[in-house]
C-alpha cells in the first residue's frame, strides 16, 4: 500500500478543505439549529465540481480514485456529518448506480446534472416496514404497456424533500419475493412524488429527511435501471459505495474531535494546570488518535479495492463498522473533555456527538456490518 498522496489527491483535498472553511463551517450551526438542508451551498459544491467524485470526467464528474474520494468526503465529514449525508447519497449511492447500472442514455441524461449540482438524487429503500430486511420492500411497481404505476412509501429518506431524482426500489411481483424487487429513477417533474419531511432527529438535523410517497405515481419504462428482478442487487451494489462513504466520512468526525479536543485541553486549566497535562485525558485521546489511523487504513485498503474493481462488500463493511463505532467513541470522549461547555447546543463536539449515532445506523446496522463479517468467517448466513 502506497502510503504517499498522488498530486491529485492533495489537490481534491486542498479544494475540500477550502470550500468547507469557506462555505460550510461558517454557517452549519445556524442550520443545525433550525433544522434546515443548506441547499445553496450544495448546489455551490456543484459548481464547484466537487459533487463529481469517482465519475467519469466524461459525464461531467471528477474521475477521482477512490482515494481521493475518500480524502473529500473526511473534508466534508469533518465540518459536517448532514452535508456529508448529503454528498454519499448525490454521488455514491444515486450517480454511482446509475453509472454501474445505466444505460448510454440515462448516463448522460442524468450524470451530468447531478455532477454538477443541477439535480438533487436522493435514494428509496427503506420503508416502514422494511429497514435492515431491504428484501421486504412493498413498493408496488405495476406495469401498463410501456409505463409503470408506483404506490407506496419510503421513510427516513435523505435528500427526500429537495430531491429532482429519486432512485426507488420497488416490488414488480410480490410472489417472487427478492428477485421481484427493481430499481427506478423517478424524475420528480415528469413524474411528481410528494414529500413529508421527517423533523425533530436526534442529529443530522441539517440534512433534509422526509417520508416520499408514490400514489400511482407514472414512471416510463426508460426509467428502469437495471432489468426487472435486478433491483436488490442494484440495492446491494449502492449499499457498497453508501457504506464506503460513510465510513470516510467518519473519519472526519474522527478528525474533527481529535482537533478540537487537543486544542481545548490545552488551552483548559484546571489544578492549576493544563487538563491536557493529565493521564486520563491522554488516555482518551490516545484512544481517539489510534480509532482516527485505523478507521483511516481500513477506508484507504477499501478505496484500493475499488481502484481496482476488485468485490470489496467484506472490507466496506469492516470499514463503515469500525469507522461508525469509533466517531461514536471520539464524540462522547470530546464532549467528556469539553465538560459542561461541550454540552452546549452550539458546541461544535455537542453536534459531532449527536451526529455520530446515525452513522452505526444507516445504510446497514452495525449489526448488520458484524452479521456480512460473520458469514464471510463461517459462511453460515444469519440472515435470509
Ligand atoms: C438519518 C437517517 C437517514 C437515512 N437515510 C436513508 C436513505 O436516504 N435511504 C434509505 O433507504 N434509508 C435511509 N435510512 C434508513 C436506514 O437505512 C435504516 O434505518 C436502517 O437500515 C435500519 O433499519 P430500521 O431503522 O428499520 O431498523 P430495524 O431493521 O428495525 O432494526 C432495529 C434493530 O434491530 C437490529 N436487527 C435487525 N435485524 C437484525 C438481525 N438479523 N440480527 C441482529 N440484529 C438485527 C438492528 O441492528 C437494530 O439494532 C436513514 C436512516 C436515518 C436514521
Redesign the pocket.
Known amino acids: 500500500m502506497d502510503l504517499e498522496f498522488s498530486d491529485e489527491q492533495r489537490m481534491v483535498r486542498a479544494a475540500a478543505r477550502r470550500f468547507v472553511d469557506r462555505e460550510i463551517t461558517p454557517v452549519i450551526g445556524e442550520y443545525d439549529r433550525t433544522e434546515t438542508f443548506p441547499k445553496g451551498v450544495f448546489v455551490r459544491l456543484g459548481h464547484d465540481g466537487l459533487l463529481g467524485g469517482p465519475i467519469p470526467m466524461e459525464y461531467g464528474g471528477g474521475g477521482l480514485d477512490y482515494v481521493g474520494y475518500a480524502l473529500l468526503l473526511e473534508e466534508i465529514g469533518r465540518a459536517s456529518s448532514s452535508f456529508r449525508?448529503a454528498v454519499s447519497?448525490q454521488i455514491s449511492?444515486v450517480a454511482l448506480s446509475i453509472f454501474k447500472w445505466g444505460t448510454a442514455e440515462q448516463k448522460e441524461r442524468y450524470l451530468p446534472r447531478l455532477c454538477r449540482g443541477e439535480a438533487i438524487g436522493?435514494?428509496?429503500?427503506?420503508e416502514s416496514e422494511?429497514?435492515?430486511?431491504?428484501a421486504g420492500v412493498t413498493t408496488r411497481a405495476a406495469q401498463e404497456g410501456e409505463r409503470w404505476f408506483l404506490s407506496g412509501s419510503?421513510?427516513?429518506?435523505?435528500?427526500?424533500g429537495v430531491a429532482d431524482l429519486a432512485l426507488v426500489i420497488a416490488q414488480t411481483d410480490p410472489e417472487m419475493g427478492y428477485k421481484g424487487l427493481a430499481a427506478f429513477l423517478v424524475e420528480r417533474e415528469e413524474s411528481p412524488f410528494t414529500a413529508m419531511p421527517i423533523l425533530g432527529?436526534l442529529g443530522?438535523r441539517a440534512?433534509d429527511?422526509a417520508e416520499i410517497i408514490f400514489e400511482r405515481t407514472d414512471v416510463p419504462e426508460k426509467n428502469l435501471l437495471g432489468k426487472v428482478g435486478e433491483g436488490f442487487e442494484v440495492a446491494m451494489s449502492a449499499l457498497d459505495q453508501g457504506r464506503f462513504s460513510v465510513a470516510a466520512g467518519c473519519v472526519g468526525t474522527l478528525e474533527g474531535c481529535l482537533e478540537a479536543s487537543v486544542d481545548y485541553v490545552k488551552r483548559r486549566k484546571q489544578f492549576g494546570r493544563a487538563i491536557g497535562s493529565f493521564q486520563l485525558v491522554q488516555d482518551m485521546l490516545a484512544r481517539m488518535k489510534v480509532d482516527a489511523d485505523a478507521a483511516r487504513f481500513l477506508v484507504y485498503r477499501a478505496a484500493l479495492l475499488k481502484n481496482k474493481s476488485i468485490k470489496d462488500t467484506v472490507e466496506v463493511s469492516i470499514a463503515k463498522y469500525f469507522a461508525s463505532e469509533a466517531a461514536l467513541r471520539a464524540a462522547s470522549d470530546a464532549v467528556q473533555l469539553f465538560g459542561a461547555s461541550g454540552y452546549l447546543d452550539e458546541a461544535s463536539v455537542a453536534r459531532y456527538y449527536r451526529d455520530a449515532k446515525?452513522a452505526t445506523?444507516?445504510?446497514?446496522?452495525?449489526?448488520?456490518q458484524k452479521?456480512i463479517i460473520g458469514h464471510d468467517l463461517t459462511g453460515f448466513r444469519?440472515?435470509a
Do not use: H, M
Request: with cysteine.
Open positions: 449525508s447519497v449511492l436522493c435514494f428509496g429503500l427503506t422494511a429497514g435492515s430486511d431491504a419510503k421513510t427516513f429518506i435523505t435528500n427526500g432527529k443530522l440534512s429527511t446515525a445506523i444507516y445504510e446497514g446496522t452495525s449489526q448488520i452479521l444469519a440472515f
